[in-house]
């Protein structure tokens, strides 16, 4: 990727990021308070830099991708996490 372009793609996976942070309860939302969990919202911007990295797939640098890749591992196992939490909140509820 260009060097004017690299910039703007980094912004725009970390603005996915940090939808998805929030959407997780791990930052607070633009009223500076901690929101409920979304998962679907996680979902969707997992998603998103996940298509980003298909498409983008040999056109970015090291560091892009290196980035990219960090960034989606780290939402993964965040995910995965407050759904595991979710779940067994759930079954312990139904018990």
């Known amino acids: 990727m260009s060097d004017q372009n690299s910039p703007l793609f980094l912004t725009l996976v970390y603005q996915f990021q940090h939808l998805a942070m929030v959407a997780l309860g791990k930052l607070p939302g633009p009223d500076g308070k901690i929101g ?3 998962l679907d919202a996680v979902q969707f911007s997992i998603q ?38 979710s779940t067994s909140k759930n079954a312990a509820e139904t018990k």
């Open 36 to 38: 409920p969990i979304d």
């Open 48 to 85: 998103m830099l996940e298509m980003l990295e298909k498409k983008c797939k040999g056109n970015l640098t090291n560091d892009e991708e290196r980035i990219l890749q960090n960034e989606l591992t780290n939402l993964r196992l965040n995910y995965v996490e407050e759904y595991n939490k």
